[in-house]
């Protein structure tokens, strides 16, 4: 697995593009993020449809075609430098292949970030256009929105990318479920969402070589299970380098969850650490998906080669 090409940092001023692949967002939640975008010294422009919402299907914002267009515009747009999304949910499954490749390859690389369900587009990026991209919490999540660090840490790896290469588990989290360290490009997202997305045209093949970062939210232990057996049964995990479990918001009582990872994933003899602090929980850290880094298990960091944007 090699190393993906860097977007270039933000700098004040810039324009950036607020999206909803997935969800509809609450106008109060979108109006609270778009404050924080501007204290931040950004110009946030929003999609036609990130209020919007599909007729028949209530959990989507707007049709398939419009949540695809909204991106495609967003990434096309030349006054653009990054494209934030507003929230996960559902959907983006259904408008990743609706997508024009091509037009956004050509449109050069930009900033794009986002978590939970955008986890099938941050593999499309991958497979699709090659581009690095931030595993970071939604502009209008409410967990980042109440959360002065997740904010920061946000803020600091889209201006300042080269004060946030080495990332920390969040305290009290970190600790080794197997000790070790190891080497690999960065991967992954929602675990839910890997084990949906195997075997379609933007997925990455495998994980093998690479530092797979994964989290979840509101799936009981047996669900995380069966989605962990099932990238064990497809070979997805086959060589593996290493692996950061995130957060677990809702899926029950940590120790019934710790049992099932030392089960499930304790056999692949690789360094994994646990309770690494990004994904549905406050405070969450903004992770790059696509980049050389080392893992530490032992001491819960995760050093990255180069600044995370270039």
């Known amino acids: 697995m090699n190393q993906l090409l860097r977007p270039p940092r933000l700098a004040p001023g810039a324009r950036v593009a607020v999206v909803a692949p997935s969800g509809p967002v609450p106008e109060e939640r979108?109006?609270?993020?778009?404050?924080?975008?501007?204290?931040?010294?950004?110009?946030?422009?929003?999609?036609?449809?990130?209020?919007?919402?599909?007729?028949?299907?209530?959990?989507?914002?707007?049709?398939?075609?419009?949540?695809?267009?909204?991106?495609?515009?967003?990434?096309?747009a030349p006054s653009v430098a990054a494209v934030l999304c507003a929230r996960g949910g559902y959907g983006a499954q259904r408008m990743v292949d609706l997508l024009d490749w091509a037009a956004m390859r050509a449109a050069g690389p930009k900033v794009f970030?986002?978590?939970?369900?955008?986890?099938?587009?941050?593999?499309?990026?991958?497979?699709?256009?090659?581009?690095?991209?931030?595993?970071?919490?939604?502009?209008?999540?409410?967990?980042?929105?109440?959360?002065?660090?997740?904010?920061?840490?946000?803020r600091a790896t889209l201006f300042e990318p080269e004060s946030v290469r080495t990332l920390t588990a969040v305290?009290?989290?970190?600790?080794?479920?197997?000790?070790?360290?190891?080497?690999?490009?960065?991967l992954g997202g929602c675990l839910s969402l890997l084990a949906s997305d195997l075997g379609t045209p933007n997925a990455h093949a495998a994980a093998r070589g690479g530092l797979l970062l994964?989290?979840?939210?509101?799936?009981?232990?047996?669900?995380?299970?069966?989605?962990?057996?099932?990238?064990?049964?497809?070979?997805?995990?086959d060589g593996v380098a290493g692996i950061v479990l995130g957060s677990w918001e809702t899926c029950g009582p940590y120790e019934a969850l710790r049992a099932v990872f030392a089960d499930r994933l304790g056999g692949l003899g690789v360094p994994v650490?646990?309770?690494?602090?990004?994904?549905?929980?406050?405070?969450?850290?903004t992770m790059p998906l696509g980049l050389v880094a080392e893992l530490d298990a032992g001491t819960g960091t995760l050093t990255f080669e180069e600044p995370p944007l270039s």
């Open 214 to 237: 994964i989290e979840d939210v509101g799936e009981s232990p047996y669900r995380l299970d069966r989605y962990l057996t099932q990238l064990l049964r497809t070979g997805w995990l």
């Open 273 to 285: 650490v646990e309770e690494f602090g990004f994904g549905h929980g406050e405070g969450a850290l």
């Open 30 to 76: 979108l109006q609270a993020g778009l404050d924080i975008l501007r204290g931040w010294d950004l110009d946030p422009v929003v999609a036609p449809h990130v209020l919007g919402r599909h007729r028949a299907l209530d959990y989507l914002a707007g049709t398939d075609a419009e949540r695809a267009a909204d991106l495609r515009d967003a990434w096309c």
């Open 171 to 186: 305290p009290p989290g970190g600790s080794a479920l197997v000790p070790g360290r190891a080497r690999g490009v960065t």
């Open 113 to 154: 970030a986002g978590f939970s369900d955008i986890t099938v587009l941050h593999q499309a990026f991958a497979t699709r256009l090659g581009l690095a991209t931030l595993y970071g919490p939604g502009v209008a999540g409410v967990d980042f929105l109440k959360s002065a660090r997740a904010q920061e840490q946000l």
